[in-house]
């Protein structure tokens, strides 16, 4: 269990990111908190040098949708790395299992499937409180950390 802000790092550690694409797919569902876990990855992004004109966006109903939204970047666009956001909050039913699995295993597939990494940046949690804690509150922003992931690995495919 989290007991601190997790999105704390050294800033002085991370490439370069001016010369990189990124790609952001943002689900719609739960927008307050996918909102915020956008606006701190691309806060992050944009610290660490990489061009506004670089970083496009687009968005999805819902986190499973996450999945064909980002195989559409991938197939259509020269990305550098990508990142999903979502969120999926426990409800009463096995829903909540059922897309946080085909998500998870979406996502690994198309990393298996292209050489763009797609960064996993969907809270799965079991409360509302859960997961505004990991999208800006008192265990920081999931959003800065993925995007920190996603200047790093195109940073490594770039040195390759």
């Known amino acids: 269990m989290a007991t601190a802000n997790l999105s704390l790092y050294d800033s002085e550690s991370i490439p370069d990111a001016s ?23 691309r806060a992050t992004l944009l610290e660490h040098g990489a061009k506004d004109e670089n970083i496009l966006s687009i968005k999805v109903p819902g986190s499973f949708e996450l999945i064909n ?13 990508l990142i999903a956001i979502g969120n999926v909050i426990k409800g009463e039913t096995e829903h909540f299992t059922f897309v946080c699995e085909g998500v998870t295993q979406g996502i ?12 996993f940046c969907v809270l799965t949690d079991h ?34």
């Open 108 to 119: 690994k597939d198309l990393n298996l499937k292209y050489d763009t990494p797609t960064i």
């Open 69 to 81: 939204g980002c195989k559409q970047l991938l197939i259509n666009k020269e990305l550098d790395a």
């Open 127 to 160: 409360t509302r409180q859960q997961s505004i804690d990991r999208s800006g509150g008192k265990h920081g922003n999931k959003g800065i950390e993925c995007a920190v992931a996603a200047i790093k690995m195109a940073a490594l495919n770039s040195s390759l």
């Open 19 to 41: 010369p990189f694409k990124f790609g952001i797919v943002v689900s719609e569902w739960n927008p307050d908190i996918t909102q915020n876990l956008f606006d701190g990855a």
